[in-house]
């Protein structure tokens, strides 16, 4: 088998009828681990930078950390924004990287960054409208508190907004493979937004508006970096860049982006509603159930940057043409992600109290958060694989049936996670629901594996005159 360079991966070319496919696990799993690691540190980054806003407004002053939290909810949306965007635009280019016909890209990426960022100008001057009369009644806080809110959030609306066009330029290095230099770019973008967090409330002593004032300063020089790396990598490809809007975004964004941002904001509205389920037992319970979340959303980020590297090995596959290929690189994800997450489990399963009591010294929060791990980290080996599924189905074409998928997760858990702690009035119910329905994930992910079989098998039958566009 005759191997060809692209993007300075070493992707082996299109299986031949009845060739033995077993042999192409092992590059395979490098390849989906070469183009994974790096996103995962993307996502650690980011993590970062969520923490360090918690920990330079923490620094300051306690109504500057409350003006903070009270932000957390609305970051979800704006994430939910962001994702969608970036996320069409990351699939169009991997298709676009594995047909070789990057000549589209420029006009696909502007016109996914106009559109979001109309979004988030549109957000910010509703903000800056009627957020002095809508604000303070929404979040029940205090007119002093209010006036100095709105402003906040105004800032951090039309900021938000000035972070598009690099976040669109680095998913486009993330769908042409180039995740190491994507992430590279990223971790600047946090050194030098850490870097003048730390300037303006330590060095000028500002406040909460330090974020949105950090926030534009590394956006653009994120934004120039990028643009620089990107007309770098597509020279060959890209001599011109032709910039206008290309309708191909908008549909890709209808069945790609709108789904993405709806599992993001489902996943908000669903942790909304464990706090309102768990707080009848007491404060401790709900912040014992915090930290263990908190550390949960720590173990997923793997099974989603797994998700994420393997959906664009598979869109770069069916743009070339190749969908054997593609199945396998499915079917080697799938088992990749859950040979770590038996590991993953068995450990955190393992670990007893070390994990909490890192987060909270409180005895008592330390042993509420126990009863969750105890519950349900048995059940991450599923857990991870399911999510890894889901992102894929997001990211290759199917992100209504994701979004689907996840809604009846999500209601499953609280309609019966309401009834049982209620019935029974014991949180530890409301745990063990959670892991049933991990396990309940086993179904769904047996189905997908049988599903994406066919689904590929289907289009391989097709004529070759069609396989470049599937």
Request: glycine share 8%; proline share 5%; aromatic share 12%.
């Given at each position: 088998?005759r191997?060809v ?6 992707i082996?070319?299109?299986?031949a ?7 192409l696990?092992?590059?395979?799993a490098?390849l ?9 540190l993307?996502?650690?980054?980011n ?29 979800f ?18 298709k ?30 509703s903000?800056?409208?009627?957020g ?8 029940a ?9 709105v ?30 230099l994507?992430f ?9 937004y850490?870097g ?9 002593g ?13 956006s ?10 990107v007309?770098v990598?597509?020279a ?20 790609v982006?709108i ?9 908000f ?8 389920i ?34 664009i ?28 997450y ?10 007893g ?16 958060a126990?009863?969750y791990?105890?519950?349900?980290a ?8 399911l ?19 996840n ?5 499953a ?12 009035r ?23 594996w ?13 004529p ?7």
């Open positions: 088998m191997c360079k692209s993007f300075k991966f070493v082996p070319e299109e299986i009828e009845g060739e033995e496919a077993s042999p696990f092992v590059p395979f490098r989906i681990l070469l183009v994974s690691t790096p996103l995962l993307s996502s650690v980054v993590v970062l930078i969520q923490f360090s806003n918690t920990y330079f407004m923490g620094h300051a002053t306690p109504e500057a950390l409350y003006l903070v939290a009270l932000y957390i909810p609305i970051s949306l704006m994430l939910a924004i962001v994702e969608g965007i970036c996320v069409t635009n990351q699939v169009i280019v991997a676009k990287t594995g047909q070789g016909s990057l000549f589209e890209m420029p006009a696909i990426s502007f016109s996914l960054t106009v559109t979001g960022m109309g979004i988030l100008g549109a957000l910010a001057l903000s800056y409208a009627y002095a009369k809508v604000i303070p009644h929404l979040f806080i205090s007119p002093a508190l209010g006036s100095r809110f402003p906040f959030l105004t800032a951090m609306f039309a900021t938000s907004m000035l972070t598009i066009p690099g976040m669109i330029l680095d998913s486009t290095l993330r769908g042409m493979g180039r995740t190491g994507a590279g770019l990223l971790l600047g973008y946090a050194a030098v850490m003048l967090l730390f300037h303006f409330t330590n060095g000028l500002m406040q909460e508006l330090a974020i949105p004032y950090a926030t534009v300063s590394a653009l020089a994120f934004f120039l970096a990028t643009l620089i790396a007309r990598v597509t060959k490809e890209i001599p011109v860049w032709k910039l206008f809007f290309h309708p191909e975004a908008f549909i890709v964004l209808r069945y982006g789904p993405v941002a709806l599992s993001h904001l489902l996943i509205v669903s942790t909304f509603f464990y706090n309102r768990l707080a009848p037992f007491g404060e401790d319970v709900v912040s014992g159930f915090g930290v263990a979340f908190r550390i949960q959303t720590l173990i997923i980020l793997p099974a989603l940057t797994f998700g994420e590297g393997i959906s090995l598979m869109n770069q596959k069916m743009g070339a043409g190749r969908p054997k290929e593609a199945y396998l690189l499915f079917r080697t994800g799938v088992i990749l992600c859950f040979s770590l038996a590991f993953l489990s068995l450990a955190i399963s393992l670990a109290e070390a994990l909490p009591a890192l987060l909270t010294p409180n005895a008592v929060v330390i042993r509420e126990v009863e791990i105890r519950a349900v048995p059940t991450y080996c599923w857990m991870g694989v999510l890894t599924v889901l992102l894929i189905l997001e990211q290759t074409d199917n992100g209504f049936r994701a979004f689907a998928l809604l009846v997760y999500f209601v858990i609280i309609g019966i996670g309401y009834w049982v702690t209620r019935e029974w014991d949180p530890r119910y409301f745990f063990q629901t959670i892991a049933y329905g991990n396990l309940m994930g086993l179904s769904v992910i047996a189905w997908e049988r599903r994406q079989k066919q689904k590929f098998e289907g289009i391989a039958r097709a070759r005159a069609g396989l470049a566009t599937a």
